[in-house]
């Protein structure tokens, strides 16, 4: 099932996800519909906040960046018919982040800002410790977009979007943009 998504400035977007108690059928049956709206989407990230429920649940699929795609490059003749990016579905529940380290900017945009992009400074490794979708935990290193993602994905559960590290100059022109258009 494919989940209206919030758009800011919708307030619901600022609300403060609480924790999973118990990963049982209902939670499931969430993650499942949050996978197919961000991918019906083309999005590489969705927090359920985005979603208007407002549980500590992120899930994510992040292409691979420059040294997996040479992997697929040099496995041609094996590999001719595959995409050049592999599917990589990752659900975070209860998620912390417990290492982070080397700040960079990278462009971000966000289904819930649709068409609006904006250079973002952020950690480039990090380490995160979360339940995966059976209530199992896991520590995860990530690096580049993956960790630019988890980053995002997670300040929605804290009620923060991208756009909330912009000046206010930069916030209100978006404002107005989108206010115009409508
Ligand atoms: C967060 O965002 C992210 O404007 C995930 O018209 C994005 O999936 C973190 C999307 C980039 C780091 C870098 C945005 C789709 C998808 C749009 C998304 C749009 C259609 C955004
Ligand atoms: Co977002």
Known sequence: MILPILKFPDKRLQTKAAKVEAVDDNIQKMIKNM?????????????????DQHLQIVVMDVPDSGEDYQFILKNRNTENSKPLTKKHPLCFINPTITKKEGK??????????PGYYAEIERFNHIVVEALDENGKTFTLEAHNLLAVCIQHEL????????IDYLS???QKRLLDKIKKSK
Do not use: N, P, R
């Open 104 to 113: 960079e900017t990278h462009s971000e945009g966000c289904l819930s800002v």
């Open 168 to 170: 206010k100059f930069k």
């Open 155 to 162: 300040d929605h559960l804290k009620g923060i979007l991208f």
């Open 35 to 51: 996978f197919e709206t961000m991918y019906a989407s083309d999005g590489i990230g969705l927090a359920a906040t985005q979603v």
